[in-house]
C-alpha cells in the first residue's frame, strides 16, 4: 500500500481502575472486529523466562517470587501492593520495556495503514500519559463494592489485598473526571455492549 492510500488510523485509550471490567469491555471491542494493544499482555511478555527484566525482578525481590524460572505473579503481587516502595521498585524494572514495545506496536499499525482504529488497553494509561498521544479516551466505571467483589473472585485473593489493590492506582473517579466517554459497568454485558456501540456510533469508528 503506497503513501498515498494509507488510511489515517484514529487512536482510543481505554482504562479504570482494577476490578471495573476492562478487560469485559477490551473483549467486546474485539468481538466487533476492531485491533487491541493490551498492556497486560505486554507486562506479561516482558517477564517470561529468559528476559532481563525477570532477572532484575528476581534479583529486586529474593527467589520468593519465583516458581522454577518463571515469575510467580501471585507472591509478587502480595509484596508489591502492600509496599508502595517495592511497586515503584517493580515499575521501574518493567515500566520502560512495556512502553517500547506498545509504542513499537502503535507504530506498526500506523506504518502499515490498513485499519481505522486501534483501540490501547491501557490500565496506567494516565498515570504514563498515554493520553497525549491519543484522540480520545474510554474510562471503565463500577462502584468500589463491585470492583472489590470482582478482584476476590478473580484473583481469588482476600479482602485486604484487593483494598490495597485499589489504593495502589489513581482513584477511578479522577479518571472518571478525565475521561472523553465513561462506560457503566455496574449492569449486565448487554447494557454494556450498547454503551460500547453508542461510543463507536458517536464517534464513527470503523475496524
Same mark, same amino acid.
Given at each position: 500500500?503506497?503513501?498515498?492510500?494509507? %488510511?489515517?488510523?484514529k487512536? +482510543?485509550?481505554?482504562?479504570?481502575?482494577?476490578?471495573?471490567?476492562?478487560?469485559?469491555?477490551?473483549?467486546?471491542?474485539?468481538?466487533?472486529?476492531?485491533?487491541?494493544?493490551?498492556?497486560?499482555q505486554? /507486562?506479561?511478555?516482558?517477564?517470561? !523466562?529468559?528476559?532481563?527484566?525477570? &532477572?532484575? +525482578?528476581?534479583? /529486586?525481590?529474593?527467589?520468593?517470587?519465583? $516458581?522454577?524460572?518463571?515469575?510467580n505473579?501471585?507472591?509478587?503481587?502480595?509484596?508489591?501492593?502492600?509496599?508502595?516502595?517495592?511497586?515503584?521498585?517493580?515499575?521501574?524494572?518493567? @515500566?520502560? #520495556?512495556?512502553?517500547?514495545?506498545?509504542?513499537?506496536?502503535?507504530?506498526?499499525?500506523?506504518?502499515?495503514?490498513? %485499519?481505522?482504529?486501534?483501540?490501547?488497553?491501557? !490500565?496506567?494509561?494516565?498515570?504514563?500519559?498515554?493520553?497525549?498521544?491519543?484522540?480520545?479516551?474510554?474510562?471503565v466505571?463500577?462502584? $468500589?463494592?463491585?470492583?472489590?467483589?470482582?478482584?476476590?473472585?478473580?484473583? @481469588?485473593?482476600?479482602?485486604?489485598?484487593? +483494598?490495597?489493590? +485499589?489504593?495502589?492506582?489513581? !482513584?477511578?473517579?479522577?479518571?472518571?473526571?478525565?475521561a472523553?466517554?465513561?462506560?457503566?459497568?455496574?449492569?449486565?454485558?448487554?447494557?454494556?455492549?450498547?454503551?460500547?456501540?453508542?461510543?463507536? #456510533?458517536?464517534?464513527?469508528? &470503523? !475496524?
Open positions: 500500500m503506497s503513501k498515498m492510500s494509507k %488510511i489515517k488510523m487512536k +482510543i485509550g481505554l482504562t479504570g481502575g482494577t476490578g471495573s471490567g476492562k478487560t469485559t469491555v477490551s473483549n467486546i471491542f474485539r468481538e466487533l472486529g476492531y485491533t487491541i494493544i493490551d498492556a497486560d505486554i /507486562a506479561r511478555e516482558v517477564v517470561m !523466562p529468559g528476559r532481563p527484566e525477570l &532477572e532484575e +525482578i528476581k534479583n /529486586a525481590f529474593g527467589l520468593p517470587i519465583m $516458581k522454577g524460572a518463571s515469575l505473579r501471585k507472591e509478587l503481587g502480595k509484596i508489591v501492593f502492600s509496599d508502595p516502595k517495592a511497586l515503584k521498585t517493580l515499575n521501574s524494572i518493567t @515500566h520502560p #520495556s512495556i512502553r517500547q514495545l506498545m509504542q513499537m506496536r502503535m507504530e506498526f499499525f500506523e506504518n502499515e495503514g490498513r %485499519i481505522k482504529t486501534l483501540i490501547l488497553d491501557i !490500565p496506567l494509561l494516565y498515570e504514563g500519559g498515554w493520553q497525549n498521544q491519543l484522540d480520545s479516551v474510554i474510562v466505571d463500577a462502584d $468500589k463494592k463491585t470492583r472489590l467483589r470482582r478482584l476476590i473472585m478473580r484473583d @481469588h485473593i482476600s479482602e485486604q489485598q484487593a +483494598i490495597n489493590r +485499589i489504593a495502589a492506582q489513581m !482513584p477511578l473517579e479522577e479518571k472518571v473526571d478525565r472523553d466517554f465513561v462506560v457503566d459497568n455496574s449492569r449486565d454485558k448487554a447494557s454494556l455492549k450498547e454503551c460500547v456501540l453508542k461510543f463507536i #456510533s458517536e464517534n464513527k469508528l &470503523e !475496524p
